[in-house]
């Protein structure tokens, strides 16, 4: 699911910007990390949390793959 890639290094980012992450993994870090979810992406045109939206680019991938569609849906990265 390389095309969320984006959206999951954006939010580590700002998580190790934000507290002081070191080689332990805290309560604090899972809870962050458990957001990843829920994150807001835009794809065809509307906001959707971020596993709704694999759940598309994965439906349409099997819908190219049975030849119902000729385009993957992928979330756009703003």
């Known amino acids: 699911m390389e095309p969320y890639r ?6 580590v980012i700002n ?3 934000r507290m002081d ?3 332990e993994l805290t309560t604090d870090l899972k809870r962050e990390m458990l957001s990843i979810p829920v994150i807001d992406v835009r794809i065809n045109g509307k906001r959707s949390p971020l596993m709704v939206a694999a ?3 994965t439906a349409s991938l099997a819908k190219c793959f049975n030849g119902e569609l000729r385009k993957i849906s992928y979330p756009e990265f703003v």
């Open 15 to 17: 998580v190790m910007s």
């Open 21 to 23: 992450v070191n080689e």
């Open 6 to 11: 984006p959206f999951v290094d954006d939010l």
């Open 55 to 57: 759940g598309q680019t």
